[in-house]
DNA sequence: CCCATAAGTTAGACGAAACTAACTTTTGGA
DNA sequence: TCCAAAAGTTAGTTTCGTCTAACTTATGGG
């Protein structure tokens, strides 16, 4: 009998879930060879790892077997990984910082960050990389994003309001006018501010639940090749949309620096 | 015979030579009991730490004894502390995290954040406090102000011309003129930006050596009874300032949100 | 189809960091 | 001054995560 117990994982356990779901999202399966490679430890601790995750419930394993991730399994390395890219996508877009040594801290400093941190992180990078013509209000405009509930649509698009305000007001400085588009047409590592989404509930609903609002960035991480399910970003959640779905979304293209 | 090992210290490690230190700052000498109660661990752990630490030649420790720490241990301890500071600040006055969740994340993750990041954490920090009116060039602003080295002092110095430049435009907007005053009639808690240094080498070389150059954020931590020696913080280095070194300091106060 | 090699497992050890229980030393209030 | 309680130490245990060494199993090129 398994007791499944539901303590917080260690990080080291972090760590094996997360390269697990690296593995499986770009082979389908992991060997326990890879893992052991990707964490630079021997394959005897990966074999210990993996028998404390199936105890847990988090991997499916069978002695000599391919590894794949449990449902729970599945989402908790998802929350890993957004953790992770919150931080590093920080430390390179805002911070600058050079991509190998931001994923190295980010995946040190991954295990120690909180929920209310990351979506913070995750908000005031959208913001930074949103609203460059808030001017003096633009510090004063995240505070009050923030305050109460990062969740608060209403203050949200308040601010984004002002900020597009002003960079419409920006035209005397050459800026071209950019059209809406849908978010299908943009292509790999291109990102969008949401503009609004026509069409059916589904994907609409998923996509608010998330907090995602107008205003909110998207960025296309990859389409697959057949053009058709594309990856992508928005609040830290990767997300797959058809290109029918990703067509209705109207996005207008946030050039970056 | 001590063979001071110089490997990487542990999470663990840092925590109780960082607790010691602020032990140590505030009541002079550090009881192995309020160790204990502040990292909330039990009495005969700390035993076993002060053991090792002392053998890494970290700590003054005889059994029965209070604790201070060495020279080495109080450099590291100073550096651990301002990896702590730079994140518990960025949390709380650029993510508005409340401070107490700040200060316990600040803490988890402090062990695995590397030295440019903090680096580059505190001058984003700054700048975000500093350059409210930069405009659109303001993220490229610190991009550049960035690049190469976060030490090349040109680049910061274009930067914030820029940004003065700009603050200065804002009259239109109300902006009162903000008049440079000594450093040392800040009171506690409150931030100014530097404009020059006047007077002797000293403390102006030690400063200097710090990558502090005109237009550097400082703020005053705290004035010690008498009024006299200053803890003032820089660049995330805490230094104490005889007022009389803060009188040759001036500097332009900066308002807060 | 065989077997050499690669991949995976097991057993046993180790170090780090915590704990409990039992002890010794220190200390301050009656 | 004395001694009970507080503070500190020691010894022994536990858990975790890693390692090495020796093994078993899987597999694909000849
Ligand atoms: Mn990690
Ligand atoms: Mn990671
Ligand atoms: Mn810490
Ligand atoms: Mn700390």
Redesign the pocket.
Known sequence: MTAITTDAL????E??LETIFLLVRDYTVA????I?DR??????????????LKERGLVN??????VTLTETGTAVASKVLRRHEALRDFFVNVLSIDPTEADEAACRMEHGISKNIVNRLLDFAEFVETCPRAGAKWIHGFGYHCQDHAQDADACERCITLCLRDVAQDKTKGMETNMAIPLSELKPGEKGQIEGMAGGGAVKRRIRDMGVTSGSLVEVVRVAPMGDPLDVKVKGYHLSLRREEAADIQVRKVTGH
Do not use: F, I
């Not at 394993?61 to 391919?66: A, I, L």
């Open positions: 260690s990080a080291s356990m760590n094996y060997r326990s060879k890879d052991a964490l630079k430890v021997k394959r005897s601790s990966v074999t210990g790892a993996l028998q404390t394993y069978e002695p000599y077997g391919y």
